[in-house]
């Protein structure tokens, strides 16, 4: 036989098994198709999300759990099935280590690709939203439940392939995982989205507010409940594994199993399997406390009431005269909405009630209070105080942006802004009963045609107005070519004509009196 | 002894696999001889403490595996090669070989050495890096041997071990089994007689899960010379022989 040069082995005793592992570990090899879904899915999405923190981070929790959890699940499960598979069962079983401390090795290597790779994507939205965000910095809470979200997939499945070896466990346990995140959790959202402790406790949300984490902190109650309720599922699936060599071995008995598998090795089954199933329950029993607040979902047991306290800021403003202000959170959209705002504020200037600033106020304020949840110390949007100002919030006023500030359709979402700008100066203040999405009340026929004139006027695109059926509503009786006849009527006026009509008669167009043909 | 078996039985359903196996096996090389279904698998697994026996004593290393601290002392010391050898195609050889010394638990500073050693006497060094995706059924064969004799086992149970070798690997590979015996108890269970004749010190004969002949090759060829056996060669005529009376006396 002949002597020859050998590939250097390490020396060092710890977790060298676990290094063979990492290194042949057919996880590695799904890195870049993971990373493929993730640019394609979640990194994309989150890249469409404005650059506010608590809302790209929701990404984190949602879509990527959606492309890294059931691949996570089959991934583990093709591991551990692969003694049954690769028939090295024999083998393996007349070795010392222990099949917990084997399998430990084999979910540890599968854990380290398929977080390392999770942790990337983290790292990647991260850094972009760091490059955009003007205030704030990364939550941890949502890395930790989404870490914690691939951990338990990844048990899930490594548990299935353990019991059930076979090629067809790892596309089943994939499928299965699927399934349980994606329709189960989403069926749940949909038929009870506020009761439902299933969808609670599933990390999967709908989009967030575009300014979630802004106005208030967002509470960790509901993540750490999610940690643990997943976690408590990771240990008592660990426990489940520990104790299936014991079952094996029970052939003659229960009593015989524990025997021959060894008494301190069933007690540690039985503890992990209890603490699991514990902290498990004890996550749904939490989750079924929730109550919504201004800082999101607060669990009564682990809330701290200080939270709920707006965080304080000083807006960002631009103008002179007339002051347009934001959240410093969203100071890249400053210099759009003090364009946008500026030609049709001066076009107004002077009038009785015309605003003399606008400020950025929290959004879902109409959720929020539909909720019986009261917004401390923070004003409502639309138009108020004295001297008036102009109160828009991220959702009517901001969120059509939805992604950088810069490369967005700005004529659309500059039309829409100045309409709410105008509708809440010559509508008035919105009606009771109208809902979430009305911070202004429906307008006229003749407002509509005085805020079509008025938007033509400073070169703005006809603004679209919804059809108010209502009893009538307030527009019956004229057609769109009508409002656009009186628009085109009023617009044609010299601006000092336009602003000495709307001083005479503002009143009466705000109490809804004046019809199109009063129009000049 | 190494090994020390009474009344053995190990039974799967109403199927008798081993019935009432009684051996005892010091330092040195036993061959396990026996036609198909006779019981060598199953009696060299309850040997490598993966089946327990349904009824018996077993006693290994001086140790019993039926309690979980004795079976792993004893598995510590031993080594093993299935019939079917599974392996992870991706693991190169010398991962295989250092996955399994590690499994055995072996001291860390002692692994680099052992497993070189083992890749050596199998004679795989030029493909200690080679994948076994890649490795022809001999060389798999091989490395199955190399894994099973890295911790320098005092039991080394092989099941078929010189099923796929080259002639030349083969003659390597007994001189191997003669060198390890020198110190440890071989247990071969094995259908070619020439490897009982060329490697083994003593010779067991299994038919229908009992034992019907125990002793030196030698012996086992008189057997033949004496009886009605048949084959080409005089260990052939002797295993026909016994089996032959084995079959008589069973009806």
Known sequence: MTAVALPRLSRRRPARVLRIEIRRSVALWAVPLLLALFYCDSFRTAAGFPPIWTVRSSVITDNMIADFGPLAAG????????????????????????????????????????????????????????????????????????????????????????????????PLAAIGTF???????????????????????????????????????????????????????????????????????????????????????????????????????????????????VSGWDIPALHDAASDQPVPYTPDCAGTSFQVCVHPAFSGFLASANAALQPVASEIAGLPGAPVRAEEVPSGEGVRAAQGILLAGLPAAGLSGTPPVYRYNSDDGLAPFMGSPAGTDNAGWEAGFRQNFLTAFVAGPPRAGQGADASVAQPTAAQQAVITALMTAVGSAAPQFGEDMSNGGPTAGATPAQIAAAAQRFASLSPAARHAWLAAHLAALRAGTITLAQLP | MNIELSDITRKFGRTVAVDGVSLDAGPGVLGLLGPNGAGKTSLLRMLATILPPSSGQLVLLGRDPAKPGGRREIRRGLGYLPQNLGYYP????????????????????????????????????????????????????????????????????????????????????????????????????????????????????????????????????????????????????GYSAILAAARTAAS
């Not at chain 1, 890395?143 to 392939?161: K, L, Q, S």
């Not at chain 2, 390597?172 to 020198?182: E, K, N, S, V």
């Not at chain 2, 002949?213 to 060669?233: I, K, S």
């Open chain 1, 75 to 170: 991934l583990a499960a093709w591991v551990a099935s692969r003694e049954g598979r690769r028939k090295t069962g024999d083998l393996i079983a007349t070795t010392v280590r222990p099949a917990w401390a084997r399998q430990a090795s084999a979910l540890g290597a599968t854990l380290f690709w398929l977080l390392l790779a999770y942790l990337a994507g983290v790292a990647a939205i991260y850094i972009d939203t760091a490059m955009q965000a003007t205030w704030g910095g990364p939550p941890l809470w949502p890395v930790a439940a989404g870490v914690v979200e691939v951990v338990t997939f990844a048990v899930i499945g490594f548990t299935a392939g353990a019991l059930f070896p076979g090629r067809f466990t790892a």
């Open chain 1, 179 to 293: 399934l349980l995140a994606e329709i189960g959790f989403h069926a749940a959202l949909q038929v009870e989205p506020d009761r439902s402790t299933y969808a609670l406790l599933s990390t999967a949300t709908s989009v967030p507010l575009s300014d979630d984490g802004v106005f208030y902190r967002v509470a960790p109650d509901l993540a750490i409940t999610q940690v643990m309720f997943m976690a408590g599922i990771t240990v008592a699936l660990l426990g489940v594994l520990t104790l299936a060599p014991v079952f094996r071995l029970s052939y003659r008995g229960l009593l015989s199993g524990v025997s021959r598998a060894g008494r301190w090795l069933c007690v540690a089954g039985v503890a992990l399997l209890a603490v699991g199933a514990a902290a498990a329950a004890t996550g749904v029993a939490l989750a079924g406390t929730a109550k919504l607040s």
């Open chain 2, 90 to 237: 991706s693991f190169t050889v010398v991962e295989f070989i250092e996955y399994f010394a590690l499994l055995k638990e072996m001291p860390p500073h002692l692994v680099p050495k052992a497993v070189a050693a083992a890749v050596e006497k199998v004679d795989l060094g030029p493909k200690a890096r080679a994948k076994l995706r890649t490795l022809s059924g001999g060389m798999l064969r091989r490395v199955g041997i190399a894994q099973a004799i890295v911790n320098e086992p005092e039991l080394l149970l092989l099941d078929e071990p010189t099923a796929g070798l080259d002639p030349e690997q083969r003659v390597a590979f007994r001189a191997l089994m003669r060198d390890l015996g020198q110190t440890a108890t071989v247990v071969v269970s094995t259908h070619l007689v020439e490897d009982v004749g060329a490697a083994c010190s003593e010779v067991a004969m299994m038919a229908s899960g009992k034992i019907v002949f125990r002793g030196t090759p030698r012996e086992l060829t008189a057997r033949g010379e004496a009886g009605q056996g048949v084959g080409d060669a005089p260990l052939e005529r």
